[in-house]
């Protein structure tokens, strides 16, 4: 059982040194435990991947513009997708009945895909109203999402949000940054000369 006591402080302790202990954050789990998280919340938590579909509508998207050189966004919005996921794992974890490892790990499949498919509608009827840098922002962070975990896949992105707007977002947000490159680059060159 990935709640047992027994093992708790020795991946606390493994994760403290470094060694990777599976898709669980044994602190977080102590910290949500010591706040009194209990086997009820569960009809809570399922709503987690609607409340993170909310956030897009967040003013920190307004400054999270994307950066192609060092692979995040400006105001370190990325920083949330690892948060995310070990909230959500853990709170499964924590907040489910007896589950063999198999359905723990199903349920939280499951959750993130709910997420992801609310994302992207979301994100769609957001568009329009979303500059064009806030939206891309946007939809990286759903693809890191997809990325960073390893119970979700590209052909669920694929199924819910279409290929060719990612596909262009990547080309746009990439060659903006060669060009923006390109052009730092002449401008250090008569400088120089």
């Not at 400006?74 to 063999?100: K, P, W, Y």
Request: with cysteine; proline share 3%.
């Amino acid at each position: 059982d990935f709640r047992s006591l027994d093992f708790s402080s020795l991946d606390t302790l493994a994760y403290d040194v470094g060694v990777s202990v599976g898709i669980v954050d044994q602190p977080l789990k102590n910290a949500l435990a010591m706040g009194g998280l209990d086997l009820e919340d569960h009809t809570l938590w399922n709503l987690l991947p609607i409340f993170y579909t909310a956030g897009y509508h967040s003013k920190i998207w307004q400054d999270a513009e994307y950066n192609v050189n060092f692979m995040g966004h400006q105001n370190n919005a990325h920083t949330i997708v690892s948060t995310f996921l070990c909230l959500m794992t853990a709170c499964e974890n924590m907040s489910r009945g007896v589950q063999t490892p198999i359905e723990k790990k199903k349920h939280i499949a499951d959750s993130l895909k709910t997420f992801v498919q609310a994302s992207s509608v979301m994100l769609m009827r957001l568009k329009p109203h979303r500059n064009k840098g806030e939206f891309y922002a946007m939809c990286v962070f759903l693809d890191k999402v997809i990325e960073a975990s390893e119970l979700t896949s590209d052909v669920l992105r694929e199924s819910c949000f279409p290929y060719a707007l990612f596909r262009s977002m990547y080309v746009e947000l990439y060659s903006g940054a060669a060009r923006y490159q390109a052009e730092t680059n002449a401008t250090q060159d008569t400088e120089h000369d």
